[in-house]
């Protein structure tokens, strides 16, 4: 398992020209989409084979969408598998949601209610990805605006119920851990709380939008809001260093905003993970809490 | 409701021309499904009108969104890669574009922008190993190509605010160039069935004198020197634009 520590930065073809120009040394790696490259040549291609040459590279797919209950496509696995591959990712994540029905894609996460089948669909799916890819997999928690459970923290128990029943890690967002608790009234700490830290492989911070109404919808569209920085290392401190990706896909600034961000979390990233800061916190999910 | 009612129930929520009150209530939230109903949309017209820019300007705000909603109903994407959504959408209203008596060349400005949109993104990889360009060999063209026949010359104006496209029917070769741009080359008629020839898969093992002598013959088209020099010349400029690639070097070539 490659060891990736510090702030990456999502690679993205608005600012892929800037970014490459410039080689930023505090981004540490970056991550890219599959699906933005997979069968596509042109400036996508050129770009990614310059970067990868230049910076540790992960990959986030968009479309495996692990609550489908779709049978998985096999020429896009096999797609995916020579692309993860070809550029040697050390593990690959995707959206614990659905997104679409009967062969149509609404291309957007939609969410999972916390039940059951859910679980059991999730699970086998991933178990079907991890023998399909021959790759480590992880889930990312999204963002949902309809309330799926009975409480804010049911998504957390049913994150941990597919951990344990997959074997798969964690690509931990903590942006939408926070709007959630924002739009569904619950404390993120205490969500963070119940994911067991040693499974946890990567994290995602970015910005999201507040609607007049109250409503939190995650953008990528704006700066990291100062409670996720907070949010982030918290977790940090309970998880140790792992590496945390800076999302950005709309309003997308000049790069230099980006890198002042990075630098920003990459401080918080410092503190949190120096030695004498990171405590070994034990989870609630690993049965050691309170000992 | 199983998981599976409940995502064919938000896919109609999110596709049908008007989300019914039911699917609405078996999800959960009417207000929240909304949203995310006008989160898909949004997302999915967007990415057809950053292809398409020109024919959403010539359709109006008003039949734009209603040419969206009469596809998303009917035939809702199933392209996995987000870039091909606009076929997905062409597709389905290519006949209503064509059939269009007020704007004859509305379907050809379609294909035409959807055609550099394709050619922007196209997999360029898979070539076979290239030589020295030779007549004696099968000759390989950039794979991020394409022609197209048009009865109008849908090519962008160079005055932005005309509206409206001239009858003026033209063959067009539009590649990638080296800067990723969708260059587009107006070709005469014997050029344009060169190219043809030249880029058909079916004759990708025949040489470059074989293919170019049987177009010419076809055309009843004389092979003499002043032929040969417009050829030489139109190859050493596709060569340098990267039109053409070379020629096949792991090939025997037809005798």
Known sequence: MTTLHGIGLGFRIDMAADFLAQLPSDVKFVEVHPENYAKRGGLYRRNLNEV???YPLLTHGLTMCFGHTDPFDRE???ELKSFLREVDAPWHSDHLCFGGADG???HDLLPLPFHEEAVQTVSDRIRQAQDALDVEIAFENVSYYAPQGEDGLDEARFCVEVLERTGAKIMLDV?????????????????????????????HVAGHLVRPDGLRIDTHGESVCDEVYDLLEYTLRRTGPKPVLLERDNNVPPLQELIDEVQRLGVVYARATSTNQTAAVPSVADGSAGS | MSLRERERAAARVCFDAVPSDEDLALLGSVERWRDYRSMVRARLTRVVGAAMPRLVAALGTERFEHACTEWLAAAPPTERYFRHVPEGFLAQQQSAFDADTKSPWLGELARFELMAWRILHVDDRDVPPVGPLSFERPIVMNPALEMIDLRYDVQPHADPHRDAYEKKPLHLLMYRSAEFKAITLLLNPLARDLVVAWTDPANADQTLAALTQEVAKRRDTRTGPKFIESLATLLEDYLGRGIVLGSRSDSVPSP
Do not use: C, T, Y
Not at chain 1, 179 to 203: A, C, H, Y
């Open chain 1, 52 to 54: 990868r040459d230049r």
């Open chain 1, 76 to 78: 896009f696995l096999a």
């Open chain 1, 104 to 106: 149509a894609f609404v």
């Open chain 1, 175 to 203: 942006n939408n851990v926070f709007v959630n608790s924002r739009n569904f009234g619950f404390d993120p700490r205490s969500w963070i709380d119940m994911i067991p830290p040693e499974r946890i492989v990567q994290m």
